[in-house]
């Protein structure tokens, strides 16, 4: 039996991007479920042809739980072919609530190695309607890597050098069934991970043998491994592993949820999701002491603490946010609100900064429409900013909150989403106007919640600064009562912007904020 390899990653990094929305609530949608991609190793040359047989064929199934609700399924279907190349189809589909609205996100993905699981090819798609299907694509040629993904049918692509024999995950878990680890090992290996397009190393590690309940409610005593990556230091996923080397239960904590994995019967895995009450945004909500005074404040200052980061790594340090270093767990946080500056130029921006990217695509024609229409009579870069945050505030007036990240073409076409659908809108219409610019997400104060949430906003490159402009609510300039983590330009060709939502991944759910003082 298969055992499980990318689903936990590609799940992590579904839920971290569905924390961020915008502020305001909304009604349920429901949608129906969405069709299996077609088989990987017919579509593409260099897969085994069509009329191959394998050799055997093996399939396992999971239910995916968060806090004890079950939310979703997957799949790992395992095909040998007699030249000894392995193709392996993991899905998984989850479904849930998000400031009321249903959401359901679908992944597949598909790698085909060679007998010793070296990586040759691979296929990842994510399907989370209304939104356009993206898919990601990458052929191992002539020591490249030709990589090409899709998003609002727009291909872009992308060709890397390749390291020679760098395999997968799931070859590396797959070698439990002929090579259990011994107690105490570590096996590690160079690894591509098609979530993220990129290369790095996987470990395994054994724990030692412990008790778990498993998913028909009865105890079992297996071992117990973890596995982490160098793509997202500090991610863990801990396995049980049967006398087989099967996995039956796997748990992750990530964004201050613990995503549980448990092997079930094909029959019990596809049994209709409903739509549970879980609801993902009210879930990571950053719980603080009354932090009102800060919207409005000249400065704030901030304690944040988490228990096992290093948060001074994971947050930048700019004009409008400094940060001071109390111990390894400890920083205060100063920030500095700030208008616009009248009358400044543009900065001076890079190619990754102006260019229109797969999902900032500002040489799409409605975005340009949308753009000239913002600009009206403003002159100078700090005005037209202004001008185009308002637009995009008045003009995206249907919030749709079951959609994670749409490409701004999506957005100017349709005009609905939260505040990622806002900022990358907005974000490409500076480009047109030859404004640098980028998305950042962070924390914003919600006084109704007496809590911090995630939220998505954009920043353009007005002089030597990057200022914030929030399209949720049509505002340019720092404002207290906002937290970056990061920031991107959204140039990645091939891969899911995964490395913006790194930060908020490992530190939502410990962390722990204090405002400090004011300044009016």
């Given at each position: 039996?298969?055992?499980?390899?990318?689903?936990?990653?590609?799940?992590?990094?579904?839920?971290?991007?569905?924390?961020?929305?915008?502020?305001?609530?909304?009604?349920?949608?429901?949608?129906?479920?969405?069709?299996?991609?077609p088989?990987?190793?017919?579509?593409?040359?260099?897969?085994?042809?069509?009329?191959v047989?394998?050799?055997?064929?093996?399939?396992?199934?999971?239910i995916?739980?968060?806090?004890?609700?079950?939310?979703?399924?997957?799949?790992?279907?395992?095909?040998?072919?007699?030249?000894?190349?392995?193709e392996?189809?993991?899905?998984?589909?989850?479904?849930?609530?998000?400031?009321?609205?249903?959401?359901?996100?679908?992944?597949?993905?598909?790698?085909?190695?060679?007998?010793?699981?070296?990586?040759?090819?691979?296929?990842?798609?994510?399907?989370?309607?209304?939104?356009?299907?993206?898919?990601?694509?990458?052929?191992?040629?002539?020591?490249?890597?030709?990589?090409?993904?899709?998003?609002?049918g727009?291909?872009?692509?992308?060709?890397?050098?390749?390291?020679?024999?760098?395999?997968?995950q799931?070859?590396?878990?797959?070698e439990?069934?002929?090579k259990?680890?011994?107690?105490?090992?570590?096996?590690?290996?160079?690894?591509?991970?098609?979530?993220?397009?990129?290369?790095?190393?996987?470990?395994?590690?054994?724990?030692?043998?412990?008790?778990?309940?498993?998913?028909?409610?009865?105890?079992?005593?297996?071992?117990?491994?973890?596995s982490?990556?160098s793509?997202?230091?500090?991610?863990?996923?801990?396995?049980w592993?049967?006398?087989?080397?099967?996995?039956?239960?796997?748990?992750?904590?990530?964004?201050?949820?613990?995503?549980?994995?448990?092997?079930?019967?094909?029959d019990?895995?596809?049994?209709?999701?409903?739509?549970?009450?879980?609801?993902?945004?009210?879930?990571?909500?950053?719980?603080?002491?009354?932090?009102?005074?800060?919207?409005?404040s000249?400065?704030?200052?901030?304690?944040?603490?988490?228990?096992?980061?290093d948060?001074?790594?994971?947050?930048?340090?700019?004009?409008?946010?400094?940060?001071?270093?109390?111990?390894?767990?400890?920083?205060?946080?100063?920030?500095?609100?700030?208008p616009?500056?009248?009358?400044?130029?543009?900065?001076?921006?890079?190619?990754?900064?102006?260019?229109?990217?797969p999902?900032?695509?500002s040489?799409?024609?409605?975005?340009?429409?949308?753009?000239?229409?913002?600009?009206?009579?403003a002159?100078?870069?700090?005005?037209?900013?202004?001008?185009?945050?308002?637009?995009?505030?008045?003009?995206?007036?249907?919030?749709?909150?079951?959609?994670?990240?749409?490409?701004?073409?999506?957005?100017?076409?349709?005009?609905?989403?939260?505040?990622?659908?806002h900022?990358?809108?907005?974000?490409?219409?500076?480009?047109?106007?030859?404004?640098?610019?980028?998305?950042?997400?962070?924390?914003?104060?919600?006084?109704?919640?007496?809590?911090?949430?995630?939220?998505?906003?954009?920043?353009?490159?007005?002089?030597?600064?990057?200022?914030?402009l929030d399209?949720?609510?049509?505002?340019?300039?720092?404002?207290?009562?906002?937290?970056?983590?990061?920031?991107?330009?959204?140039?990645?060709?091939?891969?899911?912007?995964?490395?913006?939502?790194?930060?908020?991944?490992?530190?939502?759910?410990?962390?722990?904020?204090?405002?400090?003082?004011?300044?009016?």
């Amino acid at each position: 039996m298969p055992i499980f390899s990318s689903q936990s990653r590609t799940n992590v990094y579904l839920i971290a991007v569905c924390t961020f929305c915008a502020l305001i609530d909304g009604s349920a949608v429901q949608f129906p479920l969405l069709p299996v991609a077609p088989s990987f190793a017919a579509e593409t040359p260099a897969a085994p042809a069509e009329a191959v047989t394998p050799v055997s064929v093996s399939e396992a199934w999971e239910i995916n739980q968060i806090s004890g609700q079950r939310v979703g399924f997957g799949s790992t279907i395992e095909k040998v072919f007699p030249n000894g190349d392995i193709e392996t189809t993991e899905t998984s589909e989850m479904l849930f609530k998000r400031l009321g609205q249903l959401l359901r996100i679908k992944a597949v993905g598909t790698q085909l190695t060679g007998p010793n699981g070296e990586l040759r090819q691979f296929r990842l798609e994510i399907a989370n309607p209304p939104a356009s299907t993206t898919v990601t694509t990458g052929v191992v040629r002539d020591g490249k890597l030709e990589l090409e993904s899709i998003v609002n049918g727009k291909s872009s692509k992308k060709t890397t050098d390749w390291q020679p024999g760098t395999q997968t995950q799931s070859w590396l878990k797959r070698e439990l069934r002929t090579k259990p680890l011994a107690p105490g090992e570590k096996r590690s290996v160079q690894a591509f991970f098609p979530e993220f397009s990129k290369s790095g190393k996987a470990t395994l590690e054994t724990i030692g043998s412990e008790e778990t309940t498993l998913a028909d409610g009865k105890s079992a005593t297996l071992q117990k491994i973890k596995s982490t990556q160098s793509i997202i230091p500090g991610l863990a996923v801990y396995m049980w592993v049967d006398d087989q080397g099967a996995v039956q239960k796997s748990v992750t904590n990530a964004v201050g949820l613990e995503l549980v994995s448990l092997t079930v019967a094909k029959d019990i895995a596809l049994q209709q999701l409903a739509g549970s009450e879980f609801d993902l945004a009210a879930a990571t909500l950053v719980r603080v002491n009354d932090c009102t005074p800060a919207i409005g404040s000249k400065t704030a200052r901030y304690r944040l603490r988490h228990p096992t980061g290093d948060l001074a790594s994971w947050l930048p340090d700019d004009r409008f946010q400094q940060i001071k270093i109390i111990d390894p767990q400890t920083v205060e946080v100063t920030v500095t609100s700030a208008p616009l500056e009248k009358g400044v130029q543009p900065g001076k921006g890079t190619p990754a900064s102006l260019e229109s990217s797969p999902y900032l695509q500002s040489d799409d024609e409605r975005v340009i429409g949308h753009a000239k229409r913002a600009i009206g009579s403003a002159v100078d870069a700090s005005e037209i900013a202004a001008s185009m945050s308002t637009y995009v505030h008045r003009q995206v007036q249907r919030k749709n909150f079951s959609t994670t990240l749409a490409s701004a073409g999506e957005v100017a076409k349709t005009l609905e989403g939260d505040c990622t659908e806002h900022a990358v809108l907005l974000a490409a219409m500076l480009r047109v106007a030859r404004i640098p610019s980028r998305v950042a997400i962070g924390l914003v104060y919600v006084p109704s919640e007496r809590a911090f949430g995630g939220h998505m906003w954009t920043e353009a490159l007005l002089g030597n600064d990057w200022y914030p402009l929030d399209a949720v609510t049509g505002s340019a300039g720092a404002k207290c009562h906002y937290i970056k983590f990061s920031s991107s330009y959204l140039d990645e060709v091939g891969s899911q912007p995964s490395s913006l939502f790194n930060p908020m991944v490992l530190t939502i759910g410990q962390l722990e904020i204090k405002l400090l003082s004011t300044t009016k």
